[in-house]
């Protein structure tokens, strides 16, 4: 059992789920029935575990090349190819009927396109061709705010695509920090991580340019979802934190010093995890 939970991993599901009850919270500008909060969570899970699980069966061949990836199911044997593809499925299949049952059917749609988005156009299309495989294929972990959004109001709004944009920026700098770490790993595998394939010079630069786009769009959500003064606080001192310590990463490769890139990592965690505590605040005090 627990080599099948770790199929899907749950970590990265955790981190899914802290952005979608707050955009539920926001669509419905109050707190929506725990019945639909409940079943949104759930076939979130499974569509999210569907992905991860299908990720770990197409890229059993390189986990078992990076150290940090060595001790996953598939590596060690504890679960087969075949019935990881078989759990795989039943989790797709299970995210789809509850969604399109429980929730509403574009929320089902939704989920499915994420799953297709990772499994086909990152993990089979640019993972292991492009530099830039992060950047468009990190979409995929963005869904989870339109599902939480279409599941309140049968729709797509512009305060969940902003706030999907939001996510979309906040990718780059999250993974290209963890990559600094891990770049021989992702070498070794074959993976063409931007720190592989760039300096550390550019990753850096690049990093600090996309921090700056996330910050600028998390505070357009204010005038477009009427969030508040209390989120434009909120939103404008963590995306100050942020780009401290993205300059930070840039001045210490300048320097040519010691390079920390797991504080930018462990802090863009906390950046998003309280930028959407902040937008469920302002939906339940600032309907």
């Not at 679960?79 to 929730?103: D, I």
């Not at 605040?281 to 309907?287: D, E, T």
């Amino acid at each position: 059992m627990r080599s099948y939970v770790a199929l899907t991993k749950p970590r990265i599901i955790e981190q899914l789920l802290i952005t979608t009850i707050p955009v539920m919270l926001l669509a419905e500008r109050g707190l929506p029935s725990l019945w639909l909060i409940l079943a949104t969570l759930v076939g979130g899970t499974f569509a999210a575990g569907s992905a991860n699980t299908f990720n770990c069966y197409i890229d059993r061949d390189i986990d078992q090349v990076m150290a940090r990836t060595r001790a996953r199911p598939l590596v060690r044997a504890n679960v087969t190819p075949a019935e990881a593809l078989r759990f795989g499925v039943l989790l797709g299949v299970a995210a789809t009927l509850l969604f399109g049952f429980a929730v509403n059917w574009p929320s089902a749609l939704l989920a499915d396109a994420a799953i297709a988005f990772y499994v086909f156009v990152y993990t089979l299309g640019l993972k292991r061709r492009s530099s830039s495989n992060i950047v468009i294929g990190g979409a995929a972990g963005c869904f989870p705010v339109l599902i939480g959004w279409s599941a309140v109001t049968g729709t797509v709004g512009w305060p969940a695509v902003l706030l999907f944009a939001v996510i979309f920026f906040w990718t780059p700098p999250h993974f290209w920090a963890l990559a600094i770490k891990y770049r021989d790993d992702y070498a070794a595998a074959g993976i063409p991580m931007l720190p592989v394939v760039a300096s550390p010079t550019v990753v850096a630069r690049r990093i600090l340019g996309y921090s700056y786009v996330m910050v600028a769009t998390s505070l357009l959500l204010v005038p477009v979802a009427d969030t508040g003064w209390p989120y434009l606080v909120v939103a404008a001192l963590l995306g100050g934190w942020f780009l401290v310590e993205a300059h930070r990463l840039v001045r210490s490769v300048r320097r040519g010093g010691q390079i920390r890139p797991m504080r930018l990592f462990h802090l863009s965690i906390t950046y998003l995890t309280l930028l959407f505590a902040a937008v469920a605040l302002a939906a339940l005090w600032h309907p």
